[in-house]
């Protein structure tokens, strides 16, 4: 089988990609990767084939100029995700001339795709989108996509969650839905059926969502497309080299891990300075810190005594001896967090942060503080709870066992092996019906009991 993968230049973006990608060279299949020329030596070094496109450096804009809003995040989303569709859209068509595909795989945020899967006209292959975040399809709650609510129980969150989404359609989905429709038509194609989030989720083939039921909440009835297909590991092979503190972490103290992500981590004061500092005193722990590849010499305190941090660290062979993960809600790194059984506080609200840290802390498995900016007593606090209390970990091996009950390689392969045998839906300009949302029971912690879905 012939695969086209499109990947958005970001890492949390590119790795589960390039899992995927692994995956199926390793049966034998021929892969071809197109993301921005700075990830050529990660594609190749995976032992995929490369083709790249020009980015611009769109994927990593920050709006300096506005205060943290739905403005700016608006601007943000534009200028990273809709204005490279275009030149996304012209890439996929000549690839597809010349390499003929069997399926194009294509990351969540690669929306390059739209242009083809609106586009009734022109012939195309399968097109499977894999996300990379939560499942952003629309909230039959009526609970406005972003702000991390959690599942309204009464009728009374329901009219709350309905003017709360007024306002979040007028100065953010309404725009951003616009905006897309006016970039498509510029391309001479009709406009999204649905809100952005909700086409990215229904237009394609097959959705494919990277985790479990357990950790996401009940929409009713789902897009006949949409698949749960557990966790895929997203390290390469090979692994990344061990610091030559790595022996301490079988020292016998606690280890807690702390990161800022790899995209939203330009101000380290935000989470990881005092996520140091609040556990600087705590002579039973060992705190091993990551700056996402950013250097450790801008680590803005001093580094504390019980501390050890790098620039990247082998999150697959780090988190088995974790004790608690302390994150700003990277989907990727919580998802990996959970898969090892690791507990969770949680506190970032940029990008998809806030839905992410939300499905933490409604899941059980941790914390959320709910804020991009936590103080060194709120997360000192936050990490004695969770590190005191054995119902988040208890919560978090529960969602473990679930990811390791489902085979995410037999899952993602024959998701796609059963696309290409089918060919395009016929149905993809239609979006999915909403069904009003089911309450859920709890467990004896406090949090959601299992779904009972289609998946």
């Known amino acids: 089988?012939?695969?086209?993968?499109?990947?958005?230049?970001?890492?949390?973006?590119?790795?589960?990609?390039?899992?995927?990608?692994?995956?199926?060279?390793?049966?034998?299949?021929?892969?071809?990767?197109?993301?921005?020329?700075?990830?050529?030596?990660?594609?190749?070094?995976?032992?995929?084939?490369?083709?790249?496109?020009?980015?611009?450096?769109?994927?990593?804009?920050?709006?300096?100029?506005?205060?943290?809003?739905?403005?700016?995040?608006?601007?943000?989303?534009?200028?990273?995700?809709?204005?490279?569709?275009?030149?996304?859209?012209?890439?996929?068509?000549?690839?597809?001339?010349?390499?003929?595909?069997?399926?194009?795989?294509?990351?969540?945020?690669?929306?390059?795709?739209?242009?083809?899967?609106?586009?009734?006209?022109?012939?195309?292959?399968?097109?499977?989108?894999?996300?990379?975040?939560?499942?952003?399809?629309?909230?039959?709650?009526?609970?406005?996509?972003?702000?991390?609510?959690?599942?309204?129980?009464?009728?009374?969150?329901?009219?709350?969650?309905?003017?709360?989404?007024?306002?979040?359609?007028?100065?953010?989905?309404?725009?951003?839905?616009?905006?897309?429709?006016?970039?498509?038509?510029?391309?001479?194609?009709?406009?999204?059926?649905?809100?952005?989030?909700?086409?990215?989720?229904?237009?394609?083939?097959?959705?494919?969502?990277?985790?479990?039921?357990?950790?996401?909440?009940?929409?009713?009835?789902?897009?006949?497309?949409?698949?749960?297909?557990?966790?895929?590991s997203s390290a390469p092979p090979s692994g990344q080299p061990r610091p030559d503190w790595w022996p301490e972490l079988d020292g016998g103290r606690r280890v807690v891990l702390v990161t800022q992500g790899t995209l939203a981590n330009h101000d380290l004061s935000e989470l990881l300075e005092p996520a140091l500092q609040a556990l600087a005193e705590r002579d039973d722990l060992l705190v091993i810190a990551t700056t996402g590849g950013r250097p450790v010499e801008e680590i803005g305190v001093p580094i504390p005594a019980n501390a050890r941090v790098a620039p990247f660290l082998p999150f697959d062979a780090l988190l088995p001896k974790v004790d608690l993960f302390v994150t700003n809600g990277g989907y990727g790194s919580v998802s990996m967090a959970l898969a090892a059984g690791v507990p969770i506080v949680s506190a970032g609200l940029t990008e998809d942060k806030a839905e992410i840290n939300a499905r933490v802390g409604w899941s059980g498995a941790g914390l959320n503080l709910a804020t991009n900016t936590p103080s060194a007593a709120a997360l000192r606090g936050a990490t004695g709870t969770v590190l005191a209390d054995p119902r988040f970990r208890k919560r978090a091996a529960m969602l473990s066992d679930a990811l390791a009950g489902r085979d995410a390689r037999h899952e993602i392969l024959s998701a796609l092996d059963d696309l290409t045998r089918a060919g395009p839906r016929s149905d993809r300009s239609r979006p999915a019906p909403s069904a009003p949302l089911r309450a859920v029971p709890s467990n004896d912690a406090g949090s959601p009991a299992r779904h009972r879905r289609a998946s």
Not at 26 to 40: C, I, K
Not at 103 to 126: I, N, Q
Not at 163 to 170: E, H, P, Q, S
Not at 180 to 197: E, F, N, W, Y
């Open 1 to 232: 089988m012939k695969v086209l993968i499109a990947a958005t230049p970001l890492m949390g973006h590119i790795n589960p990609l390039l899992a995927i990608g692994r995956l199926l060279a390793e049966r034998g299949d021929d892969v071809l990767v197109t993301t921005s020329a700075a990830f050529a030596m990660k594609v190749e070094g995976a032992g995929l084939r490369f083709a790249s496109y020009p980015d611009d450096g769109a994927s990593e804009f920050r709006e300096t100029s506005l205060p943290a809003g739905p403005e700016r995040y608006r601007r943000e989303f534009e200028r990273r995700f809709i204005d490279p569709m275009p030149v996304q859209a012209e890439a996929l068509r000549a690839l597809i001339a010349r390499e003929r595909p069997d399926v194009v795989v294509a990351g969540s945020m690669f929306l390059g795709v739209l242009p083809l899967l609106v586009d009734a006209e022109r012939p195309r292959p399968p097109i499977v989108t894999v996300n990379v975040s939560f499942l952003f399809l629309d909230r039959p709650d009526r609970a406005p996509v972003g702000m991390g609510l959690p599942p309204a129980k009464t009728e009374a969150e329901r009219a709350h969650y309905a003017v709360l989404g007024a306002g979040m359609d007028a100065a953010f989905v309404n725009p951003v839905r616009a905006y897309t429709d006016a970039v498509l038509a510029r391309m001479g194609l009709p406009p999204l059926p649905a809100s952005l989030p909700h086409s990215i989720a229904v237009l394609p083939d097959a959705f494919l969502q990277p985790t479990v039921p357990e950790f996401e909440y009940d929409y009713g009835t789902l897009p006949p497309g949409l698949r749960f297909v557990g966790m895929l």
